[in-house]
């Protein structure tokens, strides 16, 4: 039996300085280099988020909806893809500068998408690179997609999908704030962190939320952490920590106790 991989997906408001377009947030892609060099995880999948680099251009050539015959969108995809392996090409050098043996793997490469969702992925590279010891690193992309023609892959399915072909023992996500909340932290003073979820009782705070027509922080998050359900449903857990905080990766990455929240089966 092939050894069970981990999954870290970082996301791009971490990264990236998401007020300023096509700006890296460069001290936390560095120290976060440095986390994952120090936890020393075998069998270790990176995959990002796109923040300020992939978010406007895709926005602004309405990639995400598809391509609808104009000829400013094909450009605007390979804009879209091309910000994308920037960023992830700092992301790389960072891990590299720490001595870990990377491999960027471009979705948009072996990949197509259905309506959005995965339908097929060459894989076989993948697993390659994982038995001989490297760590991939993959990313939200702008993919090709059968119905639409092309839309936006977020790095959330991605890393649902891995785990599950994959059988991931686990996938740690970091993001912005300490975790999933009752209410969005950054403005609800009261809203309070839940650390422990079951896949019941996170349906159930979804139908809530979308009862109240809640677009804040808290409904995004949940919309992200939504993305997970296949692989929850499996049976792999999910860990989701603040990484703009320090160690707090490294910690996840190692089991230790740490502040987040922790998504499971039942």
Do not use: W
Not at 175 to 184: E, K, P, Q, S
Not at 229 to 250: C, Q, R
């Amino acid at each position: 039996m092939s050894p069970r991989p981990t999954i870290l997906k970082v996301g791009g408001s971490v990264i990236t300085r998401k007020e300023k377009p096509f700006t890296a947030n460069v001290s936390a892609i560095r120290r976060l280099a440095g986390e994952i060099s120090e936890a020393n995880v075998s069998q270790l999948i990176v995959i990002h988020g796109g923040g300020s680099f992939g978010h406007p251009l895709a926005k602004q050539y309405s990639i995400k909806e598809g391509y609808r015959g104009e000829a400013g969108q094909l450009l605007g995809f390979s804009k879209t893809r091309q910000a994308m392996v920037a960023l992830n090409k700092l992301i790389v050098d960072a891990l590299i500068q720490h001595n870990i043996s990377v491999a960027a793997v471009s979705p948009s490469s072996c990949i197509v998408t259905k309506s959005g969702r995965i339908a097929t992925m060459i894989e076989e590279p993948l697993k390659r690179l994982l038995q001989m010891g490297f760590v991939p690193v993959l990313y939200g992309d702008a993919v090709l997609d059968s119905d639409l023609g092309f839309t936006i892959l977020s790095g959330d399915q991605l890393a649902a999908y891995l785990a599950v072909q994959f059988n991931a023992k686990r996938i740690v996500m970091g993001i912005d704030v300490d975790g999933l909340f009752t209410a969005d932290p950054k403005k609800d003073k009261s809203a309070s962190l839940i650390r422990h979820c079951t896949l019941h009782e996170l349906k159930r705070i979804q139908s809530r939320i979308k009862e109240t027509n809640t677009n804040d922080v808290t409904g995004a998050m949940l919309g992200k952490i939504t993305e997970l359900t296949p692989a929850i449903e499996k049976g792999i857990s999910a860990f989701i920590v603040n990484a703009g905080k320090s160690k707090n990766v490294y910690k996840a990455l190692k089991g230790e106790r740490v502040i987040g929240t922790l998504i499971q089966q039942a």
